[in-house]
């Protein structure tokens, strides 16, 4: 198996994407820590995944609690191999009703909350000798979301973050990648219905060539490729999972 004798780290891990991305890099022989604020999720998300997997209670938002769980998880499998940083957040809200509290809460939760994952976890990676981290941005990122300026603004910034951490950390073996879904069929998503965005959430479907939401399997795949041997030659770069929303 693809992943056998490694481990990965995946964050928001309890749901939707990275509950996904967990699951198919479990299914792929990997050890898996399953990182998330949600305690019990993790802990549901490991059962399922078997195979050694450990649910680890962390709040990305929380240096005290990235380093303890970082360290928890290389020590609880033996060191790490890939990190994915899937923890995200975002409300949908035009940018002029934002306040400062919502954009520390994004920033802090989709840019500031993987930057410091992945500051952790970098020593663990180098310690190794190699390994790939990846990224779950998004289409928002790359065209902008009306409606996610401050969200679009932090996916934005993991794209630019992955390019030059990828420069930086090549020369240690490691690869630095980023999957930009497009809309997907999670949690985060349904909730942003419930709040009263189904006709945009409509209109966008209806704009996709492919005329569908994303599945999180589909995303999750896109992070397995990333992070396998079979993308041994690529780094820096961003894979869209977008049903051709957006073509760059
Ligand atoms: N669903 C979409 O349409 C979509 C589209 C593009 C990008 N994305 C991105 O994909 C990623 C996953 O989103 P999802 O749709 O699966 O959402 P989700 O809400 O289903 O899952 C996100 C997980 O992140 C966890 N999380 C939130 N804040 C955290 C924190 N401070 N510390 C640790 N964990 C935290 C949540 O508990 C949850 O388990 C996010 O980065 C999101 O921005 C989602």
Redesign the pocket.
Known sequence: MEFQDRAALV????????RATALAFAAAGARVAI????VA?AEAAAAEAGGGAVAVG????DAVSVRAGVERAASELGGLDVVVN?????RIMPFAKTDEAHWDRVIG??YR?LLAVTHGALPHLIERGGGAIVN?????GRAGSSGEAVYSGT?GAVIAFSKALAREVARYGIRVNVVA????D????RGMIADGNEKLIDAIVAATPLRRLAR?EEVAEAALFLASSRASFTTGETLSVGGGLVMV
């Open positions: 964050t928001g891990a309890a749901s939707g994407i990275g990182c998330d604020l949600n999720g962390m709040d990305v938002t899937a923890a995200g957040w975002d939760i989709n909350g779950v941005a998004s289409e928002a996916k879904p497009g809309l997907t999670t949690p985060l998503l999180p």
